[in-house]
């Protein structure tokens, strides 16, 4: 087991409570809300406590905290209990510097738009404009704003329903799907960090099929005791649907790739751990079923 440190929330200063919190759920992603208050001056601001929470209705939540040294509230907040209408724009790295500077405290009426360099463009069904530069923006009505607490810090939910979608065309598939290479998003980390969603850090897990696998639990305990399989790997074998027979176990042996490994293999030791060592390769290449008749020989 690995040792661990427990900590109360309360016996943190709040700096030291934000840091643990922001640092341990990352990545997350960014809501860049361009925003308007009643007499027409616009505000851009991005927020990383944010995420997309139901499809029908479509709503996504945002909040904008009370800022912890002052507790005073943010101009979108402020905004939107005024004019309760935004636009989430999506942030990818081709406008993550400019994202950031958006951020800085400018006085209240100053666009960052205009500091950012970043063009507005009219939205249809709402007042406040969205960044022309982003790959999907979202026209949005508040529907809601849930205040958590009223010390610096609190967060405030801004909960708001999708009345428009635009997608930039270059961000699609052939099938007219969005291509997460093509939308190149970044997301916020703790501190200073963030990261950047390209070919490098995505991967594809298959969702589990409408037949249900057997689970970790069903497989042999020789299997899932192993100290060479990973939790992963695992997970991976527990979407099989059932265990292959001693028959289809027994035909491993006359495959020629294993007859020329296990020909080195003088105990039985060594040969089950050259079986495992195959299984794992099979694993990675996505043959589960060459995988589990592997690791059953090994038993």
């Not at 994202?99 to 406040?128: D, I, R």
């Not at 006359?254 to 080195?264: G, H, N």
């Amino acid at each position: 087991m690995n040792d661990l440190k427990t900590i109360d929330p309360k016996s943190l200063s709040l700096p030291e409570l934000h840091a643990y919190l922001i640092s341990a759920v990352a990545p997350r992603p960014i809501a860049f809300a361009s925003t308007m208050n009643d007499s027409g001056s616009v505000n851009l601001s991005p927020f990383s406590f944010f995420n997309v929470f139901s499809s029908n209705p479509p709503i996504m939540i945002f909040s904008a905290s009370r800022r912890g040294r002052d507790n005073t509230t943010k101009d979108t907040l402020e905004n939107v209990q005024k004019r309760p209408e935004v636009v989430i724009n999506v942030v990818n790295y081709a406008i993550v510097e400019q994202m950031s500077l958006a951020s800085a405290e400018y006085p209240q009426g100053v666009n960052e738009f205009t500091k950012s360099g970043l063009t507005e463009v009219p939205s249809l069904k709402v007042a406040p404009p969205r960044v022309a530069e982003s790959p999907v923006s979202f026209e949005c009505k508040v529907n809601k704003i849930i205040p958590l607490g009223n010390k610096g810090g609190a967060g405030n939910l801004i909960i708001c329903e999708v009345l428009l979608m635009h997608i930039n065309t270059n961000c699609l598939d052939d099938a007219g799907k969005i291509n997460p290479e093509k939308m190149d998003v970044v997301a916020r980390m703790g501190g200073n960090w963030y990261c950047r969603a390209n070919m490098q850090s995505m991967f594809e897990i298959a969702k589990p099929s409408s037949k249900v696998g057997m689970g970790i639990d069903g497989l042999p305990h020789h299997i899932r005791d192993s100290e060479l399989l990973s939790g992963n790997e695992l997970g991976k074998l527990g979407h099989i649907e059932k265990l292959p027979s001693p028959e289809e176990v027994q035909l491993v042996y006359d495959m020629l790739e294993v007859k020329s490994l296990l020909k080195y293999e003088k105990d039985k030791k060594s040969r089950n751990t050259t079986l495992i060592r195959m299984a794992k390769e099979k694993l990675a290449a996505e043959n589960l079923e060459l995988a589990i008749r592997l690791l059953m020989a090994a038993g």
